[in-house]
């Protein structure tokens, strides 16, 4: 108790000094503290996004190299259920299978598209089978016009457009719910009835062709053993309410196809904390002339992603910088404070003091000067910090519903309170030690005899 007096003691003589000292240092710890603060939110937010949107992401699959007009062969199914071996990936399911009529291997000869046995439409009609099990997973919306929703591979729904002109359209047109589609060629041959209309766009044109037809994954890829694989790259995914509307775009004749053919999969993950873990794996495979990258089924999953974690490398450089020009101050004002009392030291070993009782007391000094100073801080740093993540949280906040938004505030609780706490502590902790070592060097070397003579 008393060396914990003596030492405000000592803080109160010398206050002009601490107060000067102690400005700078409040300033360096508040601005370390705020910076820890904003990389423990940060940071707590990247897990919290994570965790909500990574657990199934869609499989993008981009070239390796620019040659788009010899792209490698597309992946198979087995392909990519190969996929499934790396760590932390739980699952690989195929969500579509995108087919058109007339891309078919070199072999095969012209699909014929066949509607109540009677009317032939002899132009390329898209056929995309989905995954009815997941269906629940994408933010495509059905709208229908008429009819049901497909239920299995001899079933579908189709798009139309009213303002097409081309012979093909026109007689596509014509289809009504219980009418029959007959694709048969080369060997093979697939009947759907239809049991539903899809509402037509009103951004259509006369030049978009909408001959699309909408099924099961089986009901699709019966025609994989007949599909091209050269030049028939897939390109990156999106679930999105748009893609519908995309991909019947395909067909507009002042435009190029931008919707491959083959299989659009899903990675499911037993982890979603590991999902920046996996993608690192998923970097390093080239396979088959292709980048693999995951996407999360959020569309603005990267965008929130990206604003976390800039703020949290910004702020853990800062927390460098900060820390490293608290060990200049440290030191200097450590080497300068001593050198004003060498004759105190020297008037206190004199009487008898021992170098270990002196040493003792100026690491309780200094212990009462540095935490009082980064309880300071720590409070103010609690007021500030808000102020630099106010704009991310409101980014966040503009993309996402109410409930997902509570959930990602909420994941910074006591925990990373404490967190914060210790860290700037654990800090200040480390600045006290490196200031009493000083001291205790300085300490070990003053000779008080020496002092007086220097003195007198």
Not at 291 to 313: A, E, G, H, I, N
């Amino acid at each position: 108790m008393f060396l914990i007096r003596n030492a405000i003691k000592n803080i109160y003589r010398y206050r002009r000094k601490y107060i000067t000292y102690g400005i700078l240092f409040l300033l360096l710890i508040t601005a370390a503290s705020v910076c820890v603060g904003i990389y423990l939110r940060m940071s707590e937010a990247t897990d919290a996004i994570v965790r909500e949107y990574a657990g199934v992401s869609v499989l993008n699959v981009d070239l390796a190299d620019i040659d788009l007009y010899n792209p490698p062969d597309r992946l198979t199914r087995k392909d990519f259920e190969s996929l499934a071996d790396i760590e932390h990936i739980s699952d690989i399911k195929m969500f579509r299978y995108n087919f058109r009529t007339d891309f078919l291997k070199e072999d095969a000869s012209p699909l014929n598209v066949t509607v109540n046995s009677s009317v032939g439409i002899e132009a390329p009609v898209f056929v995309l089978g989905y995954n009815t099990s997941l269906l629940h997973l994408t933010s495509e919306e059905f709208s229908l016009a008429s009819g049901r929703m497909f239920e299995g591979g001899q079933e579908c729904i189709i798009s139309k457009n009213s303002k097409a002109e081309d012979e093909a359209s026109a007689k596509w047109n014509v289809i009504a719910v219980g009418d029959t589609i007959l694709i048969s060629g080369s060997g093979v041959s697939r009947e759907y009835t239809v049991v539903g209309i899809l509402e037509e766009n009103g951004d259509d044109t006369a030049n978009t062709n909408r001959r699309s037809i909408y099924t099961s994954l089986e009901g699709a890829e019966y025609f994989e053993c007949i599909a091209r694989v050269e030049g028939a790259a897939v390109f990156g995914y999106s679930l999105e309410p748009a893609t519908i509307k995309d991909i019947a775009n395909d067909f507009d004749a002042a435009k190029d196809s931008s919707i491959g053919m083959g299989y659009e999969v899903l990675v499911y993950l037993d982890d979603p904390e590991e999902f920046l873990n996996v993608q690192d794996d998923f970097y390093q495979i080239e396979l088959e002339g292709y980048f693999l990258t995951l996407q999360p089924m959020f569309s603005d999953f990267r965008s929130m992603l990206s604003m976390t974690r800039v703020m949290s490398s910004g702020a853990g450089g800062f927390m460098v910088i900060t820390a490293i020009l608290l060990i200049f101050v440290t030191v200097i004002t450590t080497i300068m404070l001593l050198g004003t009392r060498k004759y105190e030291i020297a008037v206190l070993r004199s009487i008898g003091m021992k170098k270990s009782r002196l040493t003792v007391s100026y690491l309780i000094e200094n212990l009462a000067f540095i935490w009082g100073i980064t309880a300071v801080s720590f409070i103010i740093a609690q007021m500030i910090s808000p102020i630099f993540t106010v704009h991310i949280f409101d980014g966040i906040q503009s993309m996402v519903s109410a409930e997902v938004y509570e959930r990602i505030m909420g994941g910074f609780g006591l925990r990373d309170i404490m967190m914060h706490f210790g860290t700037v502590f654990g800090g200040a902790a480390v600045i006290v030690l490196l200031s009493s070592l000083l001291s205790c060097i300085n300490i070990l070397r003053f000779e008080p005899l020496k002092i007086f003579n220097k003195r007198f």
